[in-house]
């Protein structure tokens, strides 16, 4: 099946520093690919929605220059976080829809950012 | 108020017994309806997935919708302790468009 495939799985990382992010899509084209965010004990809230070849699409209170989405291709997509500090500590996931007749979409397996 | 309620658990039931989830909607556009099991630390991973109203069984999974209430639901058969994991009801209207999630249900199977 189809798999996103989401680097690195955790990483620490000091204040101010930035921390990219990657998800590719091994085995289809992801045209779109959308960013969550995830509390301890909490849903996933959308960050972002993104496209390749065009900009990224914030949800409201997202920071778009905190939070750099880049889609450059049709299997990579990026999310950066700019001038971390512990409050952007968090679990980031990645999810593109294949579009293969399945309704549901695939999932990156998730990135644990703690910033110290 | 959230446009989807998922009752916020935590379940505890014995090996073998039959499990309820449970999410309620507001929005009436919503056309695609998706149950996710997602295990501590890990990406969530598609169960079911149900367009528009009408029931869809997957082994010992059923998914039911029924849009006239607003309401979905996943039953576990059989439930086993590798059922154990957090349950995300999530949602859309369009096919290839941003999914509405609930809260999710912590279900934890005893052996």
């Known amino acids: 099946g189809a798999v996103v495939s989401q680097h690195p799985s955790w990483v620490i990382c000091k204040s101010g520093t930035s921390v990219k992010i990657e998800c590719r899509s091994l085995?289809?084209?992801?045209?779109?690919m959308f960013w969550y965010r995830q509390f301890p004990k909490q849903s996933l809230m959308l960050m972002a929605t993104s496209n390749e070849g065009s900009k990224a699409t914030y949800e409201q209170g997202v920071e778009k220059d905190k939070f750099l989405i880049n889609h450059a291709s049709l299997t990579l997509s990026t999310l950066t976080v700019t001038s971390a500090h512990p409050e952007d500590s968090s679990f980031y996931i990645c999810?593109?829809?294949?579009?293969?007749?399945?309704?549901?979409?695939?999932f990156g397996s998730g990135t644990r950012l703690t910033v110290v | 108020q959230k446009e989807v309620e998922q009752d916020p658990g935590p379940l505890s039931v014995p090996e073998g017994a039959i499990v309820s989830l449970n999410c309620t909607y507001s929005?009436?556009?919503?056309?695609?309806f998706m149950w996710y099991r997602q295990y501590s630390r890990k990406g969530p991973e598609l169960l079911m997935y149900?367009?528009?109203?009408g029931n869809k069984e997957d082994g010992r999974f059923t998914a039911q919708v029924d849009k006239s209430s607003k309401y979905i639901s996943l039953f576990i058969r059989d439930s086993q302790p590798s059922d154990s994991a957090t349950y995300l009801c999530?949602?859309?209207?369009?096919?290839?468009?941003?999914?509405?999630f609930g809260d999710g249900t912590t279900l934890t199977v005893k052996p």
């Open positions: 999530a949602m859309r209207t369009t096919n290839a468009g941003k999914s509405t």
């Open positions: 929005n009436s556009a919503f056309q695609y």
């Open positions: 085995d289809f084209q992801a045209t779109t």
């Open positions: 149900t367009y528009s109203s």
């Open positions: 999810s593109a829809p294949t579009l293969d007749g399945n309704y549901g979409y695939t």
